[in-house]
Structure formats: C-alpha cells, structure tokens
T-cell receptor
Framework: NAGVTQTPKFRVLKTGQSMTLLCAQD?????MYWYRQDPGMGLRLIHY???????AKGEVPDGYNVSRLKKQNFLLGLESAAPSQTSVYFC????????????????FGAGSRLTVL | GESVGLHLPTLSVQEGDNSIINCAYS??????FIWYKQESGKGPQFIID?????DKRQGQRVTVLLNKTVKHLSLQIAATQPGDSAVYFC??????????FGSGTKLNVKP
C-alpha cells in the first residue's frame, strides 16, 4: 500500500518552461490537494479536488493548473515556470469529512522539490 | 487566507523532558484542528486531531489542548525522544474541504 506517491521528486526548470507534477493515491480518497511549502510560510493550498472531474482554487492558484481525470490521480501543471514558483510541492488526499463530528485527516506525499532558474 | 501561527519557531528540549508547542489561530469559526509532524525530507504526518467541542485529547505520549476563548492550541509531548525532532504544524479546518496551516515550529531534542 503506497499511500500518496509524487513524481518527480526533484526537477530543475528554466524560466518559461512547462512541466507537470503527478500525484497518485491508492487509498480510494475522494479529495486531493496540492500545497506548496516555502521557508517560513508553512503550507499554502494551490488547488484541490473533491472528486473525479472536479477542481477548485485554493489560496495561491495563479500560475498553476490542475486536472483530475481519474480518481486516483491529481496533476499539477506549470505552463510557464517563474522563479517565484521555486518551492517544495506536496500532494495530499483524504476522505470527505462527514459532518461536524467527522474527521478529515490529510495523507501527504513525500514532496517534489522544484527549482526554477 | 486564514492566519494560523506559532509562537516559537524553534524549541530545544533535553531528551526525557516534556515539550510544549503552541499555536494561535485566528478564525473562531474553525471547528477542527490537526497537529502534523514533518521530518526532514518527508511529507507531514498526522499526529493528533481535536474538534472544537473538546478541550483536550490524548494520544500516545501526546496531548492536544484547545482553548477556544483565546483561540489557542498546544501540543504536549511527554518524555521527548530524539525521534521527536521535527517540524510541527498545526492546521485549522474552516470549511470541510480546506485546511490552513501555521508556519511550523522546529523541535530539537538534545541527547
């Protein structure tokens, strides 16, 4: 049982290049998320999905696109990378929280370190 | 975005001592909170959670306290071990789908 798997783990891009980060989960989770982590900033939500075929914007969506064509996969795309997108990216997944008494524990991947020169 | 912050960015404790990590949150409507542990080079891992209708919840060697009056969370780790060295994040759940994370506290455990 792999949990949440992110590929690639490391990538270096030049400004203006495009790339896609892939997140795969094998827990049959409905919800999936992409976060970025910068020093001193904590985790910030980029985009999320509450089910196959759906996506929504988080706190910092500009410059990123996402797709959830299959329930188990959530792709994060950078169409034209900028140095400000240098960061560590984390994918997470969870079950829906079932009401106020429910839980919504995120399971995270190991991260993808992206450097944009 | 919502403001979830930590009072101490770095905490150093002696092995065997108890650790207390603090977190302030800004939105009184948040009704669910989680503490995560992140070891170097890894993704955050769930430690313990608490709902807003509770003041305290205990796990194995960890206790989370919630003070809704002052919008404050704390994570207590008993008998801190070297393996507890990591960055600890609190997160608040305002809407069911989204969490807002604090910037983290680094815990250093001295042997």
């Amino acid at each position: 049982n792999a949990g949440v798997t992110q590929t690639p783990k490391f990538r270096v891009l030049k400004t203006g290049q495009s790339m896609t980060l892939l997140c795969a989960q094998d827990m049959n989770h409905e919800y999936m998320y992409w976060y970025r982590q910068d020093p001193g900033m904590g985790l910030r939500l980029i985009h999320y999905s509450v089910g196959e075929g759906t996506t929504a914007k988080g706190e910092v969506p500009d410059g990123y696109n996402v797709s959830r064509l299959k329930k188990q996969n959530f792709l994060l795309g950078l169409e034209s990378a900028a140095p400000s997108q240098t960061s560590v990216y984390f994918c997470a997944s969870s079950y829906p929280r079932q009401g106020a008494s429910g839980a919504n524990v995120l399971t995270f991947g190991a991260g993808s370190r992206l450097t944009v020169l | 975005g919502e403001s979830v912050g930590l009072h101490l960015p770095t905490l150093s404790v002696q092995e065997g001592d108890n650790s207390i990590i603090n977190c302030a949150y800004s939105n009184s409507a948040s009704d669910y909170f989680i503490w995560y542990k992140q070891e170097s080079g890894k993704g955050p891992q769930f430690i313990i959670d608490i709902r807003s209708n509770m003041d305290k919840r205990q796990g194995q060697r960890v206790t989370v306290l919630l003070n809704k009056t002052v919008k404050h969370l704390s994570l207590q780790i008993a008998a801190t071990q070297p393996g507890d060295s990591a960055v600890y994040f609190c997160a608040e759940n305002l809407n069911f789908n989204k969490f807002y994370f604090g910037s983290g506290t680094k815990l250093n455990v001295k042997p």
